[in-house]
């Protein structure tokens, strides 16, 4: 039961089916739990930004293709990092194509990671260090605010945080 | 082998369809070509498919040109190549699931094609699943 419920949920968006798929059996591998939309509007409706910027979902790790139709991941990068919300879940952007020019813009922009097709085993293990450092911010932060209020709900607060 | 089928119905449907584009009397609408390339690249470079993305690459420039001689030429290319692969790949899955010997399958298969990347694992995976499904075990080596 704890197992499950550390579980970092990752949704990734992709508008083919293969490579969600792909990208959907590489996450599970890696044990993480996977949401696999295949748009940039679907991810943004997932997440409930369109719901007063309330967070309906904890989605630990956003991980997008860049070349969609519509929304390209880097436009879905930008309305995440421009979101009060939203803007500290990581971003990461996978393409086929090896551009300088687009994985050094979508880095600035503030994509935590690009990585290039076919993405491996070995680029899924470079998520943990960005979603481990996210949690510890988090717990933190929390800890800091509930010294506040009282130290019985800290100590509470602080358990159910906890990660492996 | 559910990635792998997936990836040929696509490439058999979108090579079909760019032979019958090229066929049109009327005219060749060429955006649909080049539509059609854009997908297909874009899936053999998720499933590690170099030679077939790199023929994409080749015919892109002809569609974009609107060559209608240089796009069957890349076409055929293409053809030849997705087959090539069709069979590597069949033959793998294959022979390692009869032999359950997975690793000095993948050795043989990586040769062979003479690139530099390493198979992709999404296809490990499967190779994997379907020897254990036939009895098989998966040595750990690293």
Known sequence: MAASETKFHVLAVDDTLIDRKLIEKLLKTSSYQVTAVDSGTKALEFLGLNNNDHQDVEVNLIITDYCMPGMTGYDLLRKIKESSSFKDIPVVIMSSDNIPSRINRCLEGGAEEFFLKPVQLSDVNKLRPHLMKRTQTSVNKRKAMDEIVSPDRTRARYNELEVN | ?142
């Open chain 2, 1 to 142: 082998m559910e990635v792998a089928s997936l990836f040929f119905e696509d490439c058999e449907k979108l090579i079909n369809n760019m032979a019958i584009a090229l066929e049109q009397k009327q005219g060749v609408d060429f955006k649909q070509i080049d539509e059609c390339i854009h997908q297909l690249k874009g899936s053999s470079s998720s499933i590690g498919a170099m030679r077939v993305k790199n023929a994409c690459i080749a015919f892109r420039s002809f569609s974009g040109a609107q060559n209608r001689e240089g796009c069957l030429r890349c076409l055929q290319q293409l053809s030849h190549e997705y087959s090539l692969l069709k069979n590597k790949l069949q033959t793998l899955f294959r022979v390692s699931v009869a032999s359950r010997c997975l690793y000095v399958c993948l050795v043989i298969f990586c040769r062979e094609n003479e690139h530099a990347e390493p198979f992709p694992d999404v296809l490990v995976f499967q190779l994997e699943q379907q020897i254990v499904a036939a009895g098989g075990s998966i040595p750990r080596v690293h």
